[in-house]
């Protein structure tokens, strides 16, 4: 694997994980309808 494939994939599990976080805290602070 070349270190540009690294750089993209841990690009995309980070942005993986920022969008899960976001989710919660977006379900925790809107309160469940």
């Known amino acids: 694997m070349s270190r540009f ?3 993209i994939r841990a690009k995309e599990n980070f942005n993986l ?3 899960q976080i976001g ?3 977006v ?3 809107a309160g469940n309808p």
């Open 23 to 25: 989710l919660a805290w």
């Open 5 to 7: 494939e690294v750089v």
């Open 27 to 29: 379900k925790a602070h």
């Open 17 to 19: 994980a920022g969008g």
